[in-house]
Nanobody, 120 residues
Framework: QVQLKESGGGLVQAGESLRVSCLASGSIFSTNDMGWYRQAPGKQRELVATITSGGSINYADSVKGRFTISRDNAKNTVYLQMNILKPEGTAVYYC??????????????WGQGTQVTVSS
């Protein structure tokens, strides 16, 4: 069993910063790609940023220069530092991880999500 648990969401004003974290726990040998996605009301879930176990990073164009993704492989944790937040960034932010489990199976997992609300 593998669980992803996000934390750190909240309500901020436009222009402020927020950091969200996601801890992967359970029967994990290692985590491969990890990432953050978000879903605004009435919209589809979209990619925000991903990071490989080797540190290669990909950002959505809408967050480049403002958001920073990082990870701590020893802790199976991924972070998303969000600066200069905009009201359009209001969404539920979901963590995703591709996990190699003990026994050799590889599967993708989602967290429950954490709400980020940016007021104008």
């Amino acid at each position: 069993q593998v669980q992803l648990k996000e934390s750190g969401g909240g309500l901020v004003q436009a222009g402020e910063s927020l950091r969200v974290s996601c801890l992967a726990s359970g029967s994990i040998f290692s985590t491969n790609d990890m990432g953050w996605y978000r879903q605004a009301p009435g919209k589809q879930r979209e990619l925000v940023a991903t990071i490989t176990s080797g540190g290669s990073i990909n950002y959505a164009d809408s967050v480049k220069g403002r958001f920073t993704i990082s990870r701590d492989n020893a802790k199976n944790t991924v972070y998303l530092q969000m600066n200069i937040l905009k009201p359009e960034g209001t969404a539920v932010y979901y963590c995703n991880a591709n996990v190699l489990r003990y026994g050799g199976s590889v599967s993708g997992y989602w967290g429950q999500g954490t709400q980020v609300t940016v007021s104008s």
